[in-house]
């Protein structure tokens, strides 16, 4: 774990980057009101990296997040910005921060954003935590990310409609969900769904396998079924999917792509109650010193983990969960 000398620490940015999370305002909020409770200034980077390269910062204040706690998205802005891979516009981004009087920063955001953070810090000395905000649940070290329950609770109310139209006409239903390289949100929503089988990146199904599924269900007299695909590398797999099941099967599987829905919206309990926790735990960080870390959640206690860790390795689904789809179907 990183150190830095804080003993003079008075300014400290907060920025989200990547994809927007549900639960990201309950974030930026608690790290707002724990660093002035913390006698400590705070401004808004705008629009993520990008905004730090432009210079684009906004003070805050107690009021300013004001009415924020239940809202969808990031009210100060996400963005992506390739020019932050390259080193040279990193020290145009620190040049801008320290003008500004900015000595250390929360980054809420993916791996990607944190990759950007652990960079700046590195090569320009500006201390960092970073707080875990993606729907995909796909980060190393903790537990859950900001966004995977509203993610998975949008994703599951879809299903349960859908299953009323399913059971209604004895349809198979393909019903893709977010998960570029991980299959998190699929497998959550796979279980909590009652569904016939699951898709994810990590664990390829083959299509013979999941006929053979629905072949024995309909002989045990099951009428419908709910099949669920991450959207892994190709979003609209599903149409491939259902198209392959047809070719060998002559099941006719009716398509439904949940894509953008599963981002917005108000943000669960326990969205608001994880962005809060981990806003001001990042917050204290700082606040002793310590940087170069991913504040998170293991078993229900706050922890903070070593970025380089984080980022070197992949977090593993739980297999389990694939076997009780299995087995509850
Ligand atoms: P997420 O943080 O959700 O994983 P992205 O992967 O899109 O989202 O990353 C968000 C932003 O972080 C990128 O647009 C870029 O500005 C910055 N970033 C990502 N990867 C790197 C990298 N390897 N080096 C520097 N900056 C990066």
């Known amino acids: 774990m990183a150190q830095f000398n804080s003993s003079s620490l008075k300014k400290i940015g907060v920025f989200t980057s ?17 660093a002035i409770s913390s006698k400590l200034e705070i401004e808004a980077v705008l629009q993520g990296y990008k905004g730090m390269l432009k210079g684009e910062f906004a003070p805050l204040n107690l009021r300013s997040v004001a009415n924020t706690i239940q809202r969808g998205g990031t009210f100060i802005k996400t963005g992506r910005s390739p020019e932050f891979h390259q080193p040279e516009q990193r020290q145009k981004a620190a040049d801008h921060l320290r003008a ?43 537990d859950v990310t900001i966004g995977f329950d509203t993610a998975v609770n949008t994703a599951l109310e879809a299903i349960d409609r859908i299953r009323d139209t399913a059971a209604s006409h004895d349809r ?42 629905i072949q024995a269900g309909v002989k045990g007299g099951k009428t419908s079924s709910i099949l669920i695909a991450a959207e892994g590398q190709k979003p609209g797999r599903a ?34 109650i ?28 706050l922890i903070n983990l070593d970025m380089s860790q984080c980022l070197a390795q992949r977090k593993v689904i739980p297999q389990g969960y694939l076997d009780l789809v299995d087995r509850l179907r």
């Open 172 to 213: 198979l239903f393909i019903v893709e969900v977010m998960g570029r390289n991980s299959g998190f949100i699929a497998l959550d929503v796979g279980l909590a769904g009652g569904a016939e089988a699951v898709f994810i990146p990590e664990s390829p199904l083959p299509v013979e396998a999941v006929i053979d599924k």
């Open 239 to 272: 149409y491939d999917l259902a198209e392959s099941i047809r070719k060998k099967s002559g099941f006719e599987a009716k398509v439904c792509i949940l894509g953008h829905i599963q981002r917005g919206g108000a943000p669960t309990a326990a969205d608001r």
């Open 100 to 142: 500004r009087g900015i000595q250390a920063l929360v980054c809420i955001g993916g791996d990607g954003s944190f990759t950007g953070a652990h960079l700046l810090w590195k090569e320009q000395g500006i201390p960092y935590v970073g707080v875990p905000g993606t729907i995909d649940n796909d980060i190393y070290g903790t």
């Open 18 to 34: 990547g994809g927007d999370a549900p639960g990201m305002n309950a974030a930026i909020r608690s790290v707002v009101r724990a």
């Open 274 to 301: 994880l962005g809060s926790r981990l806003g001001a735990h990042a917050v204290d960080l700082l606040h002793q010193g310590v940087c170069d870390v991913m504040a998170g959640v293991r078993n229900g206690q």
